[in-house]
């Protein structure tokens, strides 16, 4: 991720730096024939912020311009693979900024919000995931459940 940081104006094109009012954007820049490895870039104007998600997924996120913020959650329930009763704890935040690398694994899974808040510049990062990552779970604190989701990206 390091490199990819570093030679990220030699593989990233304009198309990859696709944005939307609407909400942060998710560009494919590379998904593996088997499924088994992803790369996308993500565009966060400022006041953009994901849901509670989580991945199903190990990741490693790499920061090209701008802060990325990640408030990261704890699960105090057990997984048993069931939609209810899941209790989420807050847990700590990372600001992110260029040349910075995250990574997390599943199992337990890694539970966490990512944006940028109001008052800050652009962020653009780049994800690589070990499957496509066309859907994840979204968790609602309140009532504590969560439910699959899919997420939109724009084509390679
Ligand atoms: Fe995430």
Request: aromatic share 8%; hydrophobic share 35%.
């Amino acid at each position: 991720m390091l490199d990819l940081i570093d030679h990220a104006d030699t593989f990233l094109e304009p198309k990859h730096y696709q944005s939307s009012a609407a909400g942060y954007t998710r560009n494919l820049i590379y998904d593996a024939p088997d499924a088994s490895l992803s790369l996308y870039s993500i565009i966060w104007l400022p006041g953009q912020w994901t849901p509670v998600h989580d991945h199903g997924s190990w990741g490693v996120v790499g920061i090209i311009e701008g802060v990325l913020e990640e408030r990261s959650y704890a699960r105090l329930s057990p997984d048993r693979g069931a939609d209810e009763e899941i209790d989420l704890m807050r847990g700590g935040t990372l600001l992110l900024r260029h040349g910075a690398v995250t990574s997390f694994v599943p199992n337990p899974d890694h539970i966490h919000v990512t944006g940028v808040p109001t008052g800050r510049s652009r962020a653009v990062s780049l994800h690589l995931y070990g499957r496509t990552m066309s859907n994840f779970n979204i968790y609602d604190l309140e009532a504590r459940t969560r439910r699959r989701i899919d997420v939109a990206h724009n084509e390679s």
